[in-house]
């Protein structure tokens, strides 16, 4: 979380050029949004986004969320992103930051789980949340590793755990439309192959 938190998202990006969403900071919500975006850029990766004071703090997975509570993901902090970001689907044109296809892999909202503050809880370098989303439910941990950049994404053991499933393959497709990766890079408007 930044002191300006859209500065860098807004620096990055020519709004004249990639269909990405200006945005600003709004206000707090009652419940809280959640998204995870598949997101094919220089790097094949999961973007996790928390709304927190009206804005997505983001971290980048590059292996996604995994079900398994002993599976510990990497996730690098990345720059905040606009609330309105959380429904973005498309592509990033080439030579633009981040230039590629975006899916919305899952959506939802999350409470937070902790005695304290998303805020306090961000600047301890402890996140506990649980989400309710299309695909992941139940609660997910992330922690800041001292003196490192990176933070570490880890299921908690609760009744919607599970080791055997890997719901990166089993559920691939997107949250919002049912497109596929595919799909979506090449810019259909609708699955024609979803069931879902
Ligand atoms: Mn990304």
Do not use: C
């Not at 999961?46 to 996730?75: H, M, N, T």
């Not at 789980?113 to 961000?122: D, P």
């Not at 570490?152 to 497709?173: G, H, M, Q, V, Y």
């Amino acid at each position: 979380m930044a002191q300006k938190p859209l500065k860098k998202y807004h620096a990055r990006r020519d709004f004249a050029i990639t269909s990405e969403p200006k945005g600003k900071q709004r206000k707090k919500s009652k419940k809280p949004l959640f998204v995870i975006q598949h997101h094919i850029a220089s790097h094949d990766h999961y973007d996790f986004r928390l709304e927190i004071d009206g804005v997505l703090v983001s971290w980048a997975v590059p292996k996604g969320p995994s079900l398994d509570p002993d599976q510990k993901r990497l996730a690098m902090p990345t720059e905040d992103h606009p609330y309105e970001y959380a429904r973005f689907e498309g592509i990033i044109p080439k030579g633009e930051y981040g230039a590629g296809t975006v899916m919305v892999w899952d959506i939802g909202t999350y409470d937070n789980i902790r005695s304290k503050s998303m805020q306090a809880s961000y600047k301890e370098g402890k996140i506990e949340v649980d989400l309710h989303g299309k695909k992941l439910h139940g609660g997910y941990v992330l922690i800041h590793m001292k003196d490192r950049k990176e933070w570490l994404l880890k299921k908690i053991d609760d009744e919607f755990a599970d080791a055997r499933r890997n719901i990166i393959t089993s559920e691939p497709k997107s949250a919002l439309t049912g497109r596929t990766m595919e799909e979506i890079t090449e810019g259909k408007k609708k699955s024609t192959k979803s069931k879902r």
